[in-house]
Structure formats: structure tokens, C-alpha cells
């Protein structure tokens, strides 16, 4: 199997050094949903994970997203507020102005309700949680994981675009639109339709590190992105990702980054992994050039 494929095993008897009580704050939520039994759903959905800020009214949502240090994760909203007020476009303007919060819209299933959801899903949310459907405590949960890795993925791109070459950037956004936990070079291979040979070729043409690399960098970046702009630990980081601990991004952040997470939040988040990446001697850009494997 070709070199950082998979993000690494947890060692029988490792053990995790806690982070500061500062940095183990757990990320925030802004939700703006009325029923007594639906708050009630959500909250324990995220209880243990995360902090529910409930809201009745859009300018008290939009409020608490614009004054909230560190930032919320995500914001959880219906159709209407309590005033009848429709929160598609407070949606639309956060998507615009806080692009790495998270956006779920939270709506009523069925065709008479189609309106609702379309306006929601023509503000940009990310996700869609439909009443009594999806908002069970596990669902809910991988619904949260994977508007947060949304979010955060269109800003790691951004921030990609302006110091990765033309000729790479279709490879760079394929890595972030599939760099999860358990993709490897040959599945990203398949996904661009090339055999990994070729596309080892097109890594290298492109000045980029070898594929299996390539991914484990696009989900530090989401990782460091995570870490710096929302205040999240390490281990509430790796929930987001499916991990049940936050030593294989532990292990992969050192070996890849030489830093630590808690580093790596104070110096500047995002900003640093991407220097780290760009270095010529980064992780994966000087592996031995012998048969190309397809692990």
C-alpha cells in the first residue's frame, strides 16, 4: 500500500495527552427550531458534543453568529421564525459572509412543504434534516459531520487556489471533495477515472505530493481549519470526522506537520498546515520514485 493512504492506527496502549482546558471547549450551535419536542430532540442529539444556543427570532440568529468568539460550528434553522419571518435569507448572508459555518436547514417532509425546502436549499444550506426523519440523535449527528466538513472544505479550497498551480487545482479539488478517513489513492484514482499510475504522473507534473498524501494534507487542512476558526479540540475535531479517537489525527498532524494540534491552533490554523504543505521537503514530496504501487 502506497505511502499515507489511511489516516494511522491507534497503537495498542497509546494513551492521549488531554489539551488545554482553554482548547477543550466544545463547539457551539446556533439553532433557531420552535417546537418544545424538536429543541428536545436536538439537544439530545448533540448532548456531550457540542452546545445548543436556541433562538425564536432571525436577528437574535444572526446576532449570535455575528457576535460569537470563537465561532459557532454550525447553525440549525427552520423555514420561519417565531414572528413568521423567513430565514432563507438570513441563511443566504451567512453562507456569503461566514462560509465555514455549517448550514442546516431543518424542515417538514412532504410535497405541501416542497416550497420551504426549496427556499432552503436555494439559500445554500449544506444539509437538510427533515423532521422526525432525520434528527434522531446518530442521524443527526452524521448529518452535523458532514455540514461541518462541507463548510470547512470550501474554505480550505479557497484558501488553495491562489498557491496550488492551474494544471493541479482539478486533482486538489477532487482530494477535497474525497479526502475522508477511509479513501485511499486507488478510490480517488477510480473516482477521476485514471489508474494510479497515471495519476502519480499528473501529482508530480503538477508539483503536488504523491496522491496518498495529498489526501492525508487535505483533511489536516480541513482538521487545522476546524481547529483555529471555530476553537474546537482535537477530539471533537475527530468525532466530525467519524474517528472514535483523535490519536490518528494526532499521529498524522506530528508526522506530517512536525506540530502539535494546540500549536497549530495558536499559530494560525489553516495558514500553517498550508505553509508546512508548500515546504519542498513536505511529507510525500520526495518519496522514492521506484514502481508505482495502487494501495
Excluded at 65 to 82: G, I, L, N, Q, T
Aim: hydrophobic fraction near 45%; proline fraction near 6%.
Amino acid at each position: 500500500m502506497a505511502a499515507g493512504n489511511h489516516l494511522p492506527k491507534r497503537r495498542l496502549g497509546e494513551s492521549d495527552p488531554p489539551e488545554t482546558p482553554a482548547s477543550s471547549v466544545l463547539p457551539r450551535i446556533a439553532a433557531l427550531v420552535l417546537g418544545r419536542l424538536d429543541r428536545a430532540r436536538l439537544q439530545d442529539a448533540v448532548r456531550g458534543t457540542a452546545i445548543l444556543e436556541q433562538v425564536d427570532r432571525v436577528a437574535d440568529l444572526e446576532r449570535l453568529v455575528v457576535r460569537s468568539v470563537p465561532r459557532v460550528s454550525a447553525v440549525v434553522a427552520e423555514p420561519f421564525d417565531s414572528h413568521r419571518t423567513p430565514t432563507a435569507p438570513m441563511l443566504a448572508r451567512l453562507k456569503a459572509e461566514y462560509p465555514g459555518v455549517a448550514l442546516i436547514g431543518y424542515c417538514l417532509p412532504g410535497h405541501k412543504h416542497s416550497s420551504e425546502i426549496l427556499a432552503l436549499a436555494r439559500a445554500g444550506v449544506h444539509e437538510l434534516v427533515f423532521r422526525g426523519i432525520d434528527d434522531a440523535t446518530t442521524t443527526f449527528q452524521q448529518t452535523l459531520a458532514r455540514a461541518s466538513q462541507a463548510s470547512a472544505s470550501r474554505e480550505v479550497l479557497n484558501a488553495l487556489r491562489p498557491v496550488v498551480s492551474t494544471d493541479a487545482l482539478w486533482i486538489v479539488e477532487a482530494c477535497v471533495q474525497y479526502a475522508w478517513p477511509e479513501l485511499n489513492s486507488r478510490e480517488l484514482a477510480q473516482a477521476l477515472g485514471l489508474n494510479v499510475k497515471t495519476l502519480v504522473k499528473h501529482c508530480r507534473a503538477g508539483g503536488l505530493p504523491s496522491p496518498g498524501a495529498l489526501l492525508n494534507w487535505i483533511r489536516l487542512m480541513v482538521v487545522s481549519y476546524l481547529l483555529e476558526a471555530e476553537g474546537r479540540a482535537l477530539e471533537h475535531v475527530a468525532t466530525a470526522f467519524g474517528l472514535e479517537s483523535a490519536s490518528p489525527l494526532r499521529n498524522l498532524l506530528k508526522r506530517y506537520t512536525g506540530m502539535r494540534a494546540t500549536e497549530i491552533r495558536a499559530g494560525g490554523g489553516l495558514r500553517v498546515v498550508i505553509n508546512a504543505f508548500l515546504r519542498p521537503d513536505a511529507f510525500g514530496r520526495l518519496e522514492r520514485r521506484g514502481p508505482v504501487t495502487s494501495g
